[in-house]
């Protein structure tokens, strides 16, 4: 039975001499040669997904005259985590989390180049569109997987820290650049360029990130439906992967109303359309800006053990913000509100994240990032379906203070509820060992053979 954690218990080097929980810098993290790579691959790979759905949104607008299709040209990219993340997430705990990752950024790189042929019927570009998101939840779910085993347990927060910084400003960045490269010369030029990031990223994954074997052996697979129904039985059914899911649904639920009401929110404050258009992009951009300075800030500053006891402060400040929009006077406290919101949740997100996939058994990581995955897509396109239908009958700031004073108390709840044996999941600064490949974190045994692995000498496990 192989056993997923480092060669020294959290908190102590190889030598048995207690190693100080001090934070862990950007320098601990980067000096990671296999991290470095699986991090550009990541900068390469958003820039260029995000640079193409502002391109395709632009494409697809310019050729039906429609504002209904061009909406759903976006909601496409949701459709394959909605209608099968979780098992195509499975899919990854197969083959070599590398190999997963190489093929899918190659298969991808071909139907959104075949975007970019002009005089493309829009119904194509969804089915092409549709195809090439297919390969993002095994990608996802490979990176995810792979991440503690070229990474130390205690610097796992930090490095989830940045990659969610960075996805945020990638998002910023890619929407911005992909609008205006759509507008000034043509919305091609950017399926182009995502195609080409896709081979890109597919190269750095293979020239940085060394072989591993897969998790299971094909004689250790069974009927894939049932390997997905294991993560949801090890989620759902495990106390503190329940009460990391419960909250980060319920985080879900509000804070992706600022965007989804932006438009309509700063219509409240300008009639002007520039002016609109400001405050529309501000209060959109706040939150993404404030998840990246809480993000970068706690993830550098706080040491692992304090990152741990900011959970609950961070809960309950991140929708009291977002209630306090209720009666803002103007788009910039919506947009200062937001972030503030945006703040608590870089906090807590990495945390989170941390604690769940070290609590995970080494072999289901995939699958249970499938799970989250795809219960965040639904529960996201939900809450913004209904609430901009609540919208429609009320006010908007209306609409945000009150749910959000819902999601306040959902949170509150959850947080009191928050248990404090989280610490057996987390790096140093804590008393208990993290579980074993063949049980659960709550010490229930799992039925699970998963693949041989050795120590590395920096402390690490080749799965």
Do not use: C
Not at 19 to 36: G, I, K, L, N, S
Not at 336 to 361: H, K
Request: hydrophobic share 50%; charged share 15%.
């Amino acid at each position: 039975m192989s056993d997923d954690r480092p060669a020294a218990q959290p908190g102590e080097q190889a030598g048995g001499a207690t190693e100080p929980d001090r934070p862990v810098t950007f320098h601990d993290v980067f000096a990671v040669r296999e991290y470095r790579a699986l991090y550009f691959s990541l900068i390469v790979n958003w820039g260029g997904d995000y640079l193409a759905r502002a391109a395709i949104i632009t494409l697809v607008y310019q050729q039906s005259e429609s504002v209904l299709l061009s909406a759903a040209s976006f909601a496409v990219s949701y459709l394959p985590w909605i209608l099968g993340g979780p098992v195509l997430a499975a899919v990854a705990e197969r083959y070599p989390y590398r190999r997963v990752l190489i093929i899918s950024d190659l298969a991808r790189a071909v139907p959104i180049a075949l975007i970019a042929l002009p005089d493309l019927p829009v119904p194509v570009i969804f089915v092409l569109l549709f195809v090439t998101m297919l390969g993002a939840p095994p990608t996802q779910a490979a990176r995810s997987a792979l991440i503690p085993l070229i990474v130390d347990r205690r610097q796992l927060v930090t490095v989830l820290a940045v990659n969610s910084s960075t996805a945020q400003a990638a998002q910023v960045f890619g929407y911005f650049a992909g609008a205006t490269l759509a507008v000034a010369v043509d919305a091609r030029l950017g399926l182009l360029l995502d195609a080409f990031s896709f081979v890109a990223s597919a190269g750095i994954i293979a020239a940085g990130i060394r072989p591993r074997p897969a998790v299971a052996r094909a004689t250790e697979r069974r009927h894939l439906l049932r390997e997905t129904s294991e993560g949801y039985r090890l989620v759902f059914g495990t106390p503190l992967l329940r009460s990391i899911a419960l909250m980060v649904f319920a985080v879900t639920t509000f804070t992706i109303l600022p965007e989804g009401l932006a438009a309509g929110w700063a219509a409240l404050f300008h009639e002007d359309p520039a002016a609109r258009g400001f405050d529309q992009g501000m209060i959109m951009a706040a939150g993404p800006i404030g998840f990246i300075a809480g993000g970068l800030l706690v993830g550098r500053l706080v040491s692992p053990s304090r990152k741990v006891h900011l959970v609950r402060p961070s809960a309950i400040l991140m929708p009291l913000a977002l209630a306090l929009t209720l009666w803002a006077p103007s788009a910039v406290v919506v947009a200062v509100l937001v972030m503030i919101s945006g703040v608590a949740q870089g906090v807590l997100m990495p945390t989170l994240n941390g604690v769940f996939v070290l609590a995970l058994p080494h072999g289901y990581r995939a699958r249970a990032f499938g799970v989250m995955q795809g219960g965040m897509q639904l529960i996201q396109g939900a809450a913004v379906l209904i609430s901009g239908a609540i919208a429609q009958h009320s006010s908007i700031p209306r609409v945000m203070g009150l749910w959000s004073l819902g999601g306040l108390i959902i949170m509150a709840t959850l947080a009191a509820r928050w248990p404090d044996r989280a610490a057996a999941a987390t790096p140093p600064g804590t008393k208990h060992a993290p579980p074993k490949d063949d049980q659960r974190p709550d010490g229930t045994a799992m039925r699970i053979t998963p693949a041989p692995a050795r120590r590395t000498a920096a402390g690490r496990l080749d799965a």
